[in-house]
């Protein structure tokens, strides 16, 4: 797992071991940034569910103006810290929280303009997290879901739009948008 390009490009970021750890692959990240990679500069950025915060350092080494990572684990939590040490990324304009992600939407007073969100799968999190979200974000935010083939996501929750599904084997990401006025234009 590595930093893909950008200031920190090539730098190597520590995982955890094991079959319960579910890292998003480069392929996948790749993906994603190559579609966003015209608007990452100077957006701030939300990493839930955090795990390594390899979504998140991405984005700063981008060009993101900050990143707040939460994860409920303190493992994650540490690992999150050692990777932002590795890429050289960490700053003031960073915050690190450990606390469960759907409490930190429901008391969250900042804004944001790119959210991941990769839970533990089957467990139907996303759901809680997208009607949870609209009061983290800033007009046209993007909302990256990682997921299992199987979940099927609503077309629309409150001012979020499903926009794409992408398609990587097993492997899921729905992009929604955040529109906090009615637009035809989406």
Known sequence: MRVITGIARGT????????????TT?????????SIHFVVEGSKVLDLFAGTGQLGIEALSRGANGAFFIDNS???????EQNLNLSKLKDSKIKIINED???FLKTNTEKFDFVF???????GIILQVLKNIENSLN?????FCEHEKELELP????NLNLQKTYKYGKIYVSLYR????ESDEI
């Open 26 to 34: 480069d392929k996948v990240k790749e993906a994603i940034f190559s």
């Open 74 to 80: 303190k493992d994650s939590i540490k690992l999150v």
């Open 139 to 143: 007009d046209n935010a993007y909302i």
């Open 155 to 158: 077309e629309k929750i409150g």
């Open 117 to 123: 969100v990769d839970p533990p799968y089957r467990k």
């Open 101 to 103: 992600s759907i409490l």
């Open 12 to 23: 190597r970021l520590k995982s955890f071991e094991g079959d319960n750890v579910r890292p």
């Open 178 to 181: 955040y529109f906090c006025l």
